[in-house]
């Protein structure tokens, strides 16, 4: 009975463990299965709220997107914008250029088609003139041809260059001085005076029938014959000049004549057909010479003149200084008297204040003391500056006349 009730209180005992290790087991699969619906559950919130947080994402990321595409329209328009106008500012100097270089190229072209009419104008002239300039030429070569018409234009030529030289007629040289040798007349066409009272003779030759017939000759021998004989005429010339000998008739003149040629032209062409002219010329005293040789001869002449006119001017001066020296010296004694005399005076005067001081002034002082008068009488003062000496020995000489070195 006993092992019964044992038994039994065991197999209570063992079922109701079974039971509790059953629950034991239920339980912690209960938790188990909670634990997962709690985590399956939070995974879902976290997958809902994740796709919820994307849907906002999107939506806010589709806003943003599309206000950063309106921000960035507009700030390109106004970059745009800007861009324009600055292009606009930078290349409103070029639009201004450009437009006066539009008006400047049809100033340009209105300028081209008149001076086109002009430039038509002037060549019609042009043609006109060489036309007029031939007949002229003409005309002056053949007066040209006569001996009267060469010779004054030889003349006229040489008063020209010795005026351009600076020696004018009424002071450097004289033209058509005649005079004589052995009871022949000669008459030279320019005296040129030289400082000290001598004198150059010029004279001018115009051989030019053999030079205008070379002109106008077409043929080359016909040209080089006639200009053969014009050099022949210079020769010629040169010859009759050495013959008169003007040097012989005035003992003032060196032992040359000038024989002037009113061209540098013809003196170069005869040079060409006789290179040893001027040679040739010398040995019979004569110098050749055309204007450009002239003019620096009359040049150097005229700096003779002016420089002996210095020299006169400083002659001149030398009396006007030593005029000078003498009165300076006149004026020094002068002073040196009144110096003197002032001297004199301030002695006389300060004398005369001693006497004022020592009996005058004193006497007339007891009236204020008598109570006569109120007002004191000022004692004058006494000059006690004295005269300057003079000590320049330029001045202290004054008593003999002095002169500058002759």
């Given at each position: 009975m006993t092992n019964i009730v044992v038994g039994l209180i065991g197999l209570a005992i063992g079922v109701a463990l079974g039971?509790?290790?059953?629950?034991?087991?239920?339980?912690?699969?209960?938790?188990?299965?909670?634990?997962?619906?709690?985590?399956?559950?939070?995974?879902?919130?976290?997958?809902?709220?994740?796709?919820?947080?994307?849907?906002?994402?999107?939506?806010?990321?589709?806003?943003?997107?599309?206000?950063?595409?309106?921000?960035?329209?507009?700030?390109?328009?106004?970059?745009?914008?800007?861009?324009?106008?600055?292009?606009?500012?930078?290349?409103?100097?070029?639009?201004?250029?450009?437009?006066?270089?539009?008006r400047r190229l049809a100033e340009v072209e209105q300028e081209r088609t008149d001076m086109t009419a002009s430039l038509r104008e002037q060549v019609a002239g042009v043609s006109t003139a060489g036309e007029s300039l031939r007949k002229e030429t003409a005309s002056l070569v053949a007066a040209l041809r006569k001996p009267q018409i060469r010779g004054a234009w030889g003349e006229m030529q040489l008063q020209r260059t010795a005026e351009?030289?600076?020696?004018?007629?009424?002071?450097?040289?004289?033209?058509?001085?005649?005079?004589?040798?052995?009871?022949?007349?000669?008459?030279?066409?320019?005296?040129?005076?030289?400082?000290?009272?001598?004198?150059?003779?010029?004279?001018?030759?115009?051989?030019?029938?053999?030079?205008?017939e070379a002109a106008q000759c077409d043929d080359a021998e016909e040209y080089d014959a006639q200009m053969a004989r014009f050099a022949r005429h210079v020769r010629t010339h040169i010859d009759q000049l050495s013959a008169k000998g003007y040097w012989r008739t005035d003992l003032d003149s060196p032992e040359f004549?000038?024989?002037?040629?009113?061209?540098?032209?013809?003196?170069?062409?005869?040079?060409?057909?006789?290179?040893?002219?001027?040679?040739?010329?010398?040995?019979?005293?004569?110098?050749?010479?055309?204007?450009?040789?002239?003019?620096?001869?009359?040049?150097?002449?005229a700096l003779a003149w002016r420089q002996e006119a210095v020299a006169r001017s400083a002659t001149e001066v030398a009396a006007l200084g030593r005029d000078l020296h003498k009165r300076l010296g006149t004026l020094a004694g002068n002073l040196d008297?009144?110096?003197?005399?002032?001297?004199?005076?301030?002695?006389?005067?300060?004398?005369?204040?001693?006497?004022?001081?020592?009996?005058?002034?004193?006497q007339a002082r007891r009236f204020e003391h008598l109570g006569v008068t109120a007002d004191d009488i000022a004692s004058p003062a006494p000059i006690e500056e004295a005269v300057r000496p003079l000590t320049s020995p330029e001045l202290t000489e004054n008593q003999t006349e002095v002169g500058l070195p002759e």
């Open positions: 039971w509790l290790i059953a629950q034991l087991r239920t339980s912690q699969r209960i938790a188990e299965a909670t634990s997962a619906a709690r985590v399956a559950t939070e995974r879902l919130e976290a997958a809902e709220k994740i796709a919820t947080d994307r849907d906002a994402l999107a939506t806010q990321f589709k806003a943003l997107s599309a206000q950063s595409m309106a921000d960035q329209n507009e700030r390109a328009t106004q970059s745009a914008q800007r861009t324009m106008s600055d292009a606009q500012r930078l290349l409103a100097p070029v639009s201004l250029a450009l437009e006066r270089l539009d351009v030289a600076g020696m004018l007629e009424h002071c450097d040289f004289q033209t058509q001085q005649t005079t004589t040798a052995q009871g022949a007349p000669q008459r030279p066409d320019m005296t040129v005076k030289l400082s000290g009272r001598r004198c150059i003779h010029v004279d001018a030759k115009t051989p030019l029938a053999a030079f205008l004549v000038v024989c002037f040629l009113p061209s540098d032209a013809l003196l170069q062409a005869a040079l060409q057909e006789i290179p040893d002219l001027h040679e040739y010329a010398n040995r019979r005293g004569i110098v050749l010479a055309s204007p450009s040789v002239l003019i620096p001869m009359l040049r150097t002449v008297k009144m110096g003197r005399s002032l001297t004199s005076t301030v002695r006389a005067y300060n004398s005369a204040l001693g006497s004022l001081e020592t009996r005058v002034l004193v």
